[in-house]
């Protein structure tokens, strides 16, 4: 029984996994794209970033299908054309429920449905739909016993909320608390979320000059330049906080002060027009998404709830080249179509999320807190069928020291990845692996990508200078697919052995 345990809690390692409390980054997917990328390839995608979170503005069925088994948690969208069925019928609502979600879950780790998107301030007609909708939904969730598991609640823009600085003095706009109040009620009731869109770039960009740029990205300011709450006192250091915490106070003024704030939409453009949407470049956006990383992640909260998570989605995955309006509006991508970087993000020392610098400035390294099993099995794979020269790792060469499974599993991961070019999905071996900035070299031992080496037994199997981005990334999912047959082989021999 205990060898069987044993392999059971190897298992659990890298199964989908329901709960999860605490600070995370996720990022929003939308496809206003002249070319969408196939669902297959936007999860090799997720998963060569180790994003864990991410919300979808629909409940497409192909994508969905596309994430089962990943463990990736999904939020899934209503979308605002789909509300009048939803919101006057509640077989519709349970149909619904039952198309996208029930047949789904539990293989898609879906925990939140979004009812709609910024109804109340773009729509404004269909306000009256939304509690009906959430209703219904949420009754189609209890029918299903998926209602300790999902969420339902509705995005909203932060101008929704009057009068936001100092934020001890907001309140949401008082023609919406026929919608709001029974809104905040339910969540109340159900432990969902309020769902806030926060955008500084806009927020700087109307303000004509009264909020500085550096108070907008995050950067950091001496204390005369902080913004000051006078009937708090509390300090603000950025425009993100000012606005999560007017949520809080305006929510405070109506009565309810136990709603989290899950912000489902903050960025920055990496390009605008150059004459109006001067501030709309890679460079700011690279200074407001790794800031609010790091803000994120590290369980800052705001000064009203100080190490407080603020939930957050990045907004967003991919540039978007079909969406109206101003140049900026298409260029707020982390990737571009082809799942190319539209920027570097200067994470270093920080973390390995996002990692999304596909130049020589990446390394793929082993996860901390990796099973050590599921790495040896790993740096097995690496350094014989992954056809990684490994002799760099015996004892008396460059990277011998630290003599760690987790070093070794390290330098072969890396030089698997740069190897066959840092294609999407080299850097996985099934979840022990991750990409970050963060250069591991150390001493005399220099890691591949540093100097731009990383050998390769026998004939390199990077893609050849005619083969296509696509061909090179079927590849390494070809070859990750045999390294997770010698993972499973491995596992069940060590059952056996024990």
Not at 120 to 143: D, E, G, W, Y
Not at 425 to 454: E, I, L, R
Request: aromatic letters at 8%; charged letters at 15%; proline letters at 6%.
């Amino acid at each position: 029984m205990k060898k069987l345990s044993f392999f059971l809690s190897l298992l659990a390692a890298v199964a989908v996994v329901h709960g999860e409390d605490g600070a995370y980054i996720g990022v929003n997917i939308g496809t206003a794209m002249s070319s969408v990328p196939a669902p297959t390839q936007i999860t090799t995608l997720l998963r060569s970033q180790n994003i864990r979170h991410i919300r979808l503005y629909d409940a497409d069925p192909a994508m969905l299908s596309a994430l089962a088994n990943t463990g990736i948690r999904v939020i899934v969208s209503v979308p605002n054309e789909q509300l009048l069925g939803i919101g006057n019928s509640n077989a519709t609502a349970a149909k619904w429920v039952a198309r996208n979600v029930a047949a789904h879950y539990p293989s898609v780790n879906i925990t939140a449905i979004a009812v709609g998107s910024e109804v109340l301030s773009t729509l404004p007609n269909a306000a009256p739909l939304i509690m009906p909708a959430v209703r219904f939904l949420q009754n189609a969730l209890v029918a299903a016993s998926l209602d300790r598991f999902i969420k339902v609640s509705t995005p909203h823009s932060s101008s929704i909320i009057l009068d936001s600085f100092p934020p001890s003095q907001a309140f949401f706009n008082r023609s919406l608390d026929p919608v709001l109040v029974p809104l905040l009620k339910f969540l109340q009731s159900t432990g969902a979320p309020l769902m806030l869109n926060v955008y500084p770039y806009y927020d700087y960009m109307r303000s004509n000059g009264v909020i500085p740029l550096d108070y907008a990205l995050f950067r950091t300011l001496p204390p005369n330049k902080e913004a000051v709450d006078a009937n708090t006192l509390l300090h603000y250091t950025n425009v993100f906080d000012a606005v999560v915490d007017a949520a809080y106070f305006a929510m405070a003024y109506l009565n309810v002060t136990n709603v989290p704030v899950m912000v489902t939409e903050t960025g920055w453009p990496h390009k605008g027009d150059a004459s109006s949407e001067p501030d709309a470049n890679a460079d700011n956006a690279d200074t407001y998404n790794s800031n609010l990383i790091r803000h994120v992640m590290n369980v800052t909260g705001t000064p009203k709830h100080p190490g407080v998570a603020v939930p957050t989605y990045i907004y967003e995955l991919y540039d978007e080249d079909t969406r109206p309006g101003t140049t900026s509006e298409k260029y707020w991508g982390l990737f571009d179509m082809n799942g190319s970087p539209a920027y570097a993000l200067h994470l270093t020392g920080s973390g390995q999320l996002l990692a999304n610098d596909t130049t020589n400035n990446t390394f793929c390294v082993a996860r901390d807190g990796a099973d050590e099993k599921m790495l040896q099995a790993a740096l097995d794979w690496a350094c014989g069928p992954g056809k990684v020269d490994c002799s760099v790792l015996t004892q008396g060469h460059a990277c011998y020291e630290p003599d760690t499974v987790q070093d070794h599993a390290t330098y072969a991961f890396n030089a698997y990845y740069h190897g066959i070019g840092m294609g999407s999905g080299s850097c996985y071996f099934s979840g022990v692996a991750v990409v970050t900035t963060t250069d591991p070299s150390h001493g005399s031992c220099v890691y591949g990508g540093k100097n731009g080496s990383a050998l390769l037994n026998g004939t390199s199997m990077a893609p050849s200078s005619n083969s296509t981005a696509d061909a090179g990334s079927h590849r390494a999912v070809g070859d990750v697919s045999s390294f997770l047959r010698s993972v499973a082989a491995a596992l069940l021999l060590s059952v056996v052995l024990l």
